[in-house]
């Protein structure tokens, strides 16, 4: 492995608490390939992708990273880049090909393996439950549409915490509910690729009674640690305007409260009725009793923040504006650090002390190959790291109790309807060969890892 050219200087300005976790996440789905591998059911991205027209040049899961049979190199790669800790997810419909009753023993040795490989290597793992790719065989039965779709989470999640608890300690339900929502039920981009304003907030509602049920089961039989992960997004008004400001405000429900509001208040906010207006339901009190449950901590996801204005868009009446002097990752989101801090006392404020993990934080910048002497040089990804790691120990200082940090992604890898177009890793993946390479944004991150964030 290629060795950082320079050591960095050290900086105790910088240094993170003690027990700070320093880690990396993937998803099963972007990374395994393999998807019908030793029983394992279709998913709705087996099926999405394979449906003409619905991602990039045709791109799919079949092969991804091929971290389905390479796991344990990449256990290895991680162990030489330091990390402390590795969110992934487990696929649903490796464990219940069906979504609910038979167990399928191979899919579920699968990842029983990869945590022993983890633990062996001094990595803590933290499991996601659920990270889009539900058995498509729960679609037919209407998926996150269907109300017993609480019912059959839980019970995937019993298999897991019977099979693995004690050496997952910390396991996460939900991943950013508002994608597979916004995507998957509103806007159609991402599986199952529903476009209806009355189906959103139906699914979003199943997915917080899920949750719900989900972290219920554990308290029933876990003796470890349980949270929900959310993608949430800074809104600051383009302009004094009260339409703007309004637009602000949509904005901010839509993406931050829509889900942290039910789990930790037991209701949504106003403005959720005003966006949705006549597919707003009428939704039964008596679900909150369910989606409020006690958590161990929430994982946030930050990747930009949204300049926004009033528009026409459908159904938000609200859309960014994009920023002239500001830097752009190839994803087309704002570099903008300081919206995580900002984002962080938000949370404080509105939620108060629970536990956070930024559970992902990462950029697509376009990556140079790899070079002859073995470099990925990706200095806009360290700048972009760099910068937002400085955001969370401001936040720190500020008090937000901050328990950790994982990088998206470890690996370069499958990034939805967007196929492999987009490169999120620390490492490189030539997916002609499936070496992967450790870019000089890895490099810098291992040593960072090292001081403990002294230099930053
Ligand atoms: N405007 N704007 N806003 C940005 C909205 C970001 C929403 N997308 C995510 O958070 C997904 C998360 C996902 O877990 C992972 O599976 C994806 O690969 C990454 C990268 O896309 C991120």
Not at 17 to 25: D, I, N, Q, V, Y
Not at 80 to 91: H, I, K, M, P
Not at 351 to 367: K, M, Q, S, W
Request: proline fraction near 6%; charged fraction near 20%.
């Amino acid at each position: 492995m290629a060795q950082p050219a320079d050591a960095l200087p050290s900086n105790s300005r910088y240094q993170f608490p003690k027990g700070f976790l320093w880690g990396a996440a993937t998803a099963a789905h972007q990374i395994e390939g393999s998807p019908m591998a030793d029983g394992a059911g279709p998913s709705i991205w087996t099926r999405f992708a394979h449906t003409p027209g619905m991602t990039l040049n045709g791109d799919n899961g079949d092969i991804a990273c091929d971290h389905y049979r390479r796991w344990q190199d990449d256990v290895k790669l991680m162990r030489d880049l330091g990390l402390q800790a590795y969110r992934f997810s487990v696929s649903w419909s490796r464990i219940l090909p069906e979504g609910t009753g038979r167990v399928n023993q191979a899919g579920l040795d699968f990842y029983s393996r990869l945590v022993d490989a983890l633990l062996e290597n001094g990595i803590e793992p933290l499991l996601t439950l659920y990270h889009w790719d539900l058995p498509a065989a729960l679609d037919d039965r209407g998926g996150w549409l269907n109300r017993d779709c609480a019912d059959w989470f839980a019970e995937y999640g019993r298999v897991l915490y019977r099979a693995l608890d004690g050496r997952v300690k910390k396991w996460v339900t939900l991943n950013e509910p508002w994608v597979i929502t916004d995507g998957g039920y509103l806007h159609g981009a991402l599986a199952p690729g529903h476009r209806s304003r009355y189906e959103a907030p139906i699914a979003s509602h199943n997915l917080m009674r899920a949750h719900g049920a989900a972290v219920q089961a554990y308290r029933a039989e876990g003796k470890h640690e349980i949270g929900l992960v959310v993608n949430i997004e800074p809104k600051y008004p383009a302009s004094e305007s009260e339409a703007d400001a309004a637009a602000t405000r949509r904005a901010h429900a839509y993406m931050n409260e829509q889900y942290l509001h039910p789990a930790l208040l037991g209701r949504y906010p106003p403005e959720l009725k005003e966006v949705f207006g006549d597919a707003w339901p009428d939704f039964d009190p008596e679900d909150f009793k369910l989606i409020v449950q006690p958590l161990d901590f929430v994982g946030i996801n930050y990747y930009t923040r949204s300049v926004t204005q009033a528009n026409d868009s459908y159904p938000l009446k609200a859309g960014a504006v994009r920023q002239p002097l500001a830097t752009y990752s190839e994803t087309g989101w704002e570099v903008f650090p300081q919206g995580l801090t900002d984002l962080l006392l938000w949370f404080k404020n509105t939620y108060g002390d629970l536990p956070v993990y930024i559970t992902e934080n990462g950029a697509a910048f376009f990556d140079p190959p790899v070079a002859e002497n073995g470099h990925v040089c990706d200095p806009l990804r360290i700048n972009y790291l760099h910068k937002h790691l400085r955001a969370i120990h401001d936040a720190i200082d500020a008090g937000v109790d901050i328990r950790g940090y994982m990088v998206w992604s470890l690996l370069d890898n499958l990034e939805w309807s967007l196929g492999y177009s987009k490169r999120f890793g620390i490492v490189h993946v030539n997916y002609g060969t499936q070496e992967r390479t450790p870019k000089d944004s890895a490099l810098w991150y291992s040593q960072v890892i090292g001081s403990h964030g002294r230099k930053l």
